[in-house]
């Protein structure tokens, strides 16, 4: 698929418009002809008839070409619209099958600016060729043909005129992508910067490095400002050039159109009609000039769009194969992985466990050990560089995506909350719930005890990434939702942190409770895993050791060291 595929279901909009556009020019070219006859033939001999059944015509011209015009403006306007939202609804569904580790290869600022820029690029792109693709040529190539017709002369010094122009317009075509190229490519890198700098403005200003970020910002803002004159330096002289030579042209047809009027060779009509043909041509060089800077524009836009959808995107089947009776809900069998795919260089490596139905094992390990990725490979949101994940018996990537979602949730330590209500948070995973249940769910995260303080109870609004909440209360809500409904499994990485002691011990009850669930509680905290059947220990991406909790304070120094040292800071 490519940025142009979903135009495809416009086709016959897209050749007719540029069919009713030459309708409309050809009446234009005509205009001048007839302007030429009502002078020669109507003024010149005071036959007034003429002159008004001419002028007639020409209003004619004028009502029929106005509604090609209207009809092409229409038709220009409607597809371009309908192909701009099909266009960002094929980048958001390609979006949807691609995994966290593509996401951030690719660069999660630059996508954002295919859905805003690029794309916006390409739907204009696609408005001016519909009204302008056909116009421009037809207009100039037909008015040269056309002086021609009137006399050879101005035809050769018209045709010499065009050369020259249309060297300095492929001159600008061919210099102008790579250039719009890097413009949006400094897009993305203030776009990045930004981002950076909105995520982390509490460190920002924690640190007093305000003033630094604001130069850094000002460095990338300042490049983007010269490729920018750049193009417009470029740009700049494609309409003088343009229009010097036209002028150019001008100057020597009425000059030799003089001479040839006193020799009788040229009539007044014909100079008149060739000046007309140079006023189109000018008319049409500034639409072309404006073509060309859009479908510059369009093409560069293009490119970065395609790059995008030709990500490999994750494929899975819609139906799943049958349950294997007895076998695990979860195996690792030898998983490595690595962020950049590199198997020289893996954050995971040798992983081989099984997790039974209804169990509750934790991770536990030092910063980078791996276990939030083991966290996010047993939810496919990450996937294996080596050796196999099955659930239930069956590869994981076997799974079709709703069944997968359907038994396994995950409950993040960064929560993910959406402008809207608390009740449109809530439901996310399970649209046929009803509020008697909702706040059921909460009173077991602990939510309840804010939300039941609003008037608006449930219809609370919520602000863009739940910034008009503390953290312990975005992630008490987030929890809500892992007690909506059932699940086979519930991954829940670090959801806790944010929570007082008590308060987290008052969670975790409420969670063993859940019967038939397999629990994956990822942790840096032992008190948070000392009810688990089984907790695995990581460091540097191995398993070091497994076993409960009172086995692994005798057996593994390393969990005995985590423990030690958050009993001593209680």
Known sequence: MNAFTPLKKYRTKVIIAPLFKAVECTFELLTPFVVRYIIDEGIASSDWKLVIWLS???FGFAIVGFGCTMITQYLASRVSSDYGYDLKRAMYD??????EAQLEKFGKDKILNLFSSDSYNIQTGVAMGMRLLIRSPFIIIGSMVLSFVIHWVAGIIFSVALVLIVIVQLTVVYLSPRKYASIQGGL???????????SGFRPIRAYDREKEEVNAFDSKSENYRKRNVSLGALNAFLNPLSIFFLFLGLVLIIYFGNLYVHEGVLTTGEIVSLMGYITATLASLTMFSRLVNSLNKAFASKKRVDSFFALEGDSYPKQSEGIIEGAPLIEFKDVGFAYDGDLDHLCLDGISLKIMPGEKVGFIGGTGSGKSTMAFLIERLLHPTKGEIFFEGRNLNSLSEEEL???SGIVLQKPALYKGTIRDNLIIGKK????DELVQAMKKSLAYEFVSKYQDGLNHPISEGG????GGQKQRLQLSRA??????VLVLDDCLSALDYLSEKKVRENLSKMEGTALIMVSQRTSSLIGCDRIYVFDDGHIVAEGKHDELLKSCLLYKEIYDTQRAAI
Not at 467 to 470: D, E, F, T
């Open 483 to 488: 007690f909506i409904g059932h699940k086979d």
């Open 56 to 58: 007639l015509a020409l």
């Open 467 to 470: 910034a008009n909440l503390s």
């Open 188 to 198: 993305d890198e203030m776009a990045s910067r930004a981002s950076d700098t909105f």
């Open 432 to 435: 046929d719930v009803d509020d």
């Open 405 to 407: 979602r359907r038994k």
């Open 94 to 99: 390609k979006e949807q099958t691609l995994g």
